[in-house]
Structures are given as C-alpha cells and as structure tokens.
C-alpha cells in the first residue's frame, strides 16, 4: 500500500493515471439541419432487414415522433429546414442518404435500389434552389448513400462501403469535396450503413466516436482501433436499437431512448444524452441521425469546423 511505504505522501501529490482525469467540457456548436417529415412514410419494400412487409407502420404516429425530435433540436438551439416529401418515397424521411454537404457544397446522392432512386433527384433540386450559402455539385456519378455512409470526423470523412456506397463513391467524394477519405467496410447486413455501426460524437481536431466493432471487417476494425484508441466500443444491444444513429453537436447526444446503455457511456464520457423515441421509424431501419442531414456552411459564412478551414487555406 502506498501509505506504508511512503508515508509523507498524500493522495493529492500522487499522480494519477490519464484515466482517472476529470471529464472533458463538452461545448455545443449550432448546427443547421435538412430534414423531410415523413408523410408518406410506409414499409412497402424490404431493402434492409429491419424492414418487414407483415409490420402495419403508424403514419400518424411516425409523423408525431419526428415532430418532437425537429422540436428538440430547435429547442436545443439547432436550425431545422424542412424539405417538401413526396408521395410515393416513404423512406425519404431519412434526410441522411440525400447527399452529403460540406464547406456548403452539396453532392446530392445516387441510391443502390430503383425504389429509391428518385429521392437523388429530389434532394438535387433542394440543395440546388436552397442558396444560403449552399452550392450543389449535382448528384454523384457513383453509388452514393450521402451521410448514410458518410461521415465527418475532423479533418477526414469516414466512408462506409459493403452494402450501399461504393468504393468508387469514396473515390469521387475525395475529389470532389477536397478530403482525405477513410474507406471502412461494413460486414452485417442489419448494419449496412455506416451511421448505423458508428457515430461521431466530437469532430473537432481529436475526434471522438462510438462503434460496434463486429460490424466492420477485421481490416477496418484495425484502422479504426489505431485512429481512435479512446473510441466508445457500442454493445450488441445499444447497435440492435440503432443506438449508434445518433446526432451530436458537441455536447449534446440526440439518439434512441432505448439506447441505455449508450446514454450512461456517453455520460461518462462527458456527453449529455438526449433521448428520442422513433419507434415507428425503426420498422424502416432508421433512427435520429437518419432523419438528419447536417447543412455545412461554406467558410465565408463563419464556421468552427476543421475541414472548412483547411479547404479555406487550400
Ligand atoms: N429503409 C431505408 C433504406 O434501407 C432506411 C435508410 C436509413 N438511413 C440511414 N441513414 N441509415 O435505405
């Protein structure tokens, strides 16, 4: 014991190991949101196995649920702008595969299935009419799921592939947009975007994220253990709830309210969780941060994120 063998010292001289440091401050930045109520959401096609033909969908209630999460981002100081849904894609909704914005420039998606091909269409046309500092590149040449599967961490975009976003995507977005990409190969069918095996929860100059390690490669495992040795490693059951879809402005955690696992880790880690029940949402295979595509504005309009000021320098 340390008292007996050096007994002039007190616990307050004696160091203490890194992980026993306070909790970082988290600070929260305002962030401008796109999202598209989902009117005329329905389960009317199986493309990922959360969805299920013989599960009746709530419209109603789906609509209720996605009011209250626009609600508290607003609440919360968050920017929401709404794009107009349109009869016949239920699954636009989920704002996230419209395209992915950055620096304001804005490439519009090109989806994997026929039924939700013209929702790229759709979300050209809004970032191309948006203006406020919103420029849109048109809509990518190669398969391109936008936030679904491609996510800003600091200076880099992590990029999923596997089920949805191709290879070539990650290529294209690299030229494109002026960023080092991070290919991550996703593995589990239930997890075939990246938003749903991994969040980002501080994109500042060391990032933090959460994952679930099994639902990558044992490649991409490895390059995600060496970038971020401090991840938060995401249990089974937080995954299996959609857990990992979450939306984060630096201190605040929107995400699943069953997610409870997740809230008491990411409490620990300094974050505040804040849960959101889209039950109805989950019979599509979505959740919060499906719901949201970040609006990134371009550096003349004044921003703290990492890229934008470099690709200003650039
Ligand atoms: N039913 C949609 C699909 O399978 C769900 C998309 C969820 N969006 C997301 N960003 N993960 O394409």
Known sequence: MTALTTPTTTSATVPQPARLERTPERTATPRRFLMCPPTYFDVVYEINPWMDLGVPVDTGRA????????????????????IDPVPGLPDMVYAANGGVVLGG??????F??????????????????????????GQAAEQNEG???????????????????SRAAHAEVAALLG????????VDPRYYHLDTALTVLDGGPS????????????????????????????????AAVLGLNAVSDGRHV?????????????????????GIDLSELLKGGGSVKCCTLELRPAPTTGTTDVLTSKEAHA
């Not at 999460?69 to 100081?77: D, M, N, P």
């Not at 790229?120 to 046309?125: L, M, N, S, T």
């Open 179 to 186: 960023i080092e990409v991070v290919t991550l190969e996703l």
């Open 112 to 137: 994997t299935y026929p039924e939700r091909r013209p929702e790229g269409v759709a979300y050209e046309r809004w970032f191309a009419a948006a203006g406020d500092g919103v420029v849109s590149l």
């Open 147 to 165: 936030e679904g599967d491609l996510l800003l961490a600091g200076d880099v975009m992590l990029a999923g592939t596997g089920f949805r976003t």
């Open 105 to 110: 420039r804005a490439l519009a998606a090109r």
């Open 207 to 238: 990032p933090v994220v959460a994952y679930l390690p099994e639902a990558f490669s044992p490649a991409s495992q490895a390059v995600l253990a060496e970038r971020y040795p401090d991840a938060i490693l995401a249990t089974p059951e937080d």
């Open 254 to 274: 929107f995400l699943s309210d069953r997610a409870t696992g997740m809230h008491a880790r990411l409490r620990e880690r300094g974050f505040e969780p804040v």
């Open 63 to 82: 609509l209720a649920q996605w009011e209250r999460l626009r609600a508290t981002y607003e609440a919360h100081g968050h920017h929401v702008e709404v």
